[in-house]
C-alpha cells in the first residue's frame, strides 16, 4: 500500500469521530417549534434532505434536549437555514446565551407559514414541516418532518460551522 494512503488515526472513538466531524463543513440552521407544548428552538448542523416526492427532512437532536419531546409534543417544526452573519442568532439558539425556550425569540424576526412552527425572515430558506417520525438511534433523536411549505429567503451568502468555528460561505 503507498505509503501517502496508510491509515493513521486513533479508531472510532467518540473523540476521533467528533474530531473527524470538525472537518466537515455543515450549513447551520435553526430548528424551531411552537404550539400546545409551547416554543422553543435550537442550532443544528445535523439536517438532511429525504426525499422531494413527498418532500421530506430530517434533523437529528441529542436526547437530553428538552427541545426533542417538545417537537414531538407539538408534531412542527420548522428549519431554518442561516445566512452569512448569524452567528450570534446560532449562539442564541445553542443555548450559549442563557435565553432559554421562547426567549430565544426576542432575537431576530419570527413569522410562521402552515403549521405555526416560526419562520426566521431572514434565513436563506426556510421549511416548515409536519412530524412523520422519531425514532432514538444511540444519543439521538432522528426526526423525519413532511414540508408542508418551503419559504425561499435572499441570494446571500450562507452561514457554515468548520473547524468548530461559524464560517460565512460565499455565494460566489
Not at 404550539?35 to 421530506?56: H, L, Q
Not at 442568532?89 to 430565544?104: D, M, V, W, Y
Request: aromatic share 6%.
Amino acid at each position: 500500500m503507498d505509503q501517502a494512503f496508510a491509515a493513521v488515526g486513533l479508531g472510532a472513538t467518540p473523540e476521533a469521530y467528533r474530531n473527524g466531524m470538525a472537518q466537515v463543513a455543515g450549513h447551520v440552521h435553526v430548528i424551531t417549534t411552537a404550539g400546545p407544548a409551547g416554543s422553543s428552538g435550537f442550532t443544528a448542523i445535523a439536517v438532511a434532505s429525504v426525499s422531494d416526492d413527498p418532500p421530506t427532512l430530517l434533523f437529528c437532536i441529542n436526547r437530553q434536549s428538552t427541545n426533542g419531546p417538545l417537537i414531538e409534543a407539538n408534531g412542527v417544526f420548522a428549519i431554518n437555514a442561516l445566512a452569512a452573519g448569524a452567528s450570534d442568532l446560532a449562539e442564541t439558539f445553542a443555548g450559549r446565551r442563557g435565553q432559554k425556550g421562547s426567549e430565544r425569540f426576542r432575537e431576530g424576526r419570527w413569522t410562521t407559514l402552515t403549521t405555526g412552527a416560526p419562520i426566521l425572515e431572514t434565513a436563506l430558506a426556510s421549511f416548515d414541516c409536519r412530524v412523520v417520525e422519531a425514532r432514538p438511534i444511540a444519543t439521538h433523536l432522528v426526526v423525519i418532518g413532511k414540508v408542508e411549505a418551503v419559504r425561499v429567503g435572499g441570494e446571500g451568502a450562507a452561514l457554515a460551522y468548520f473547524g468548530r468555528a461559524y464560517r460565512d460561505i460565499p455565494r460566489d
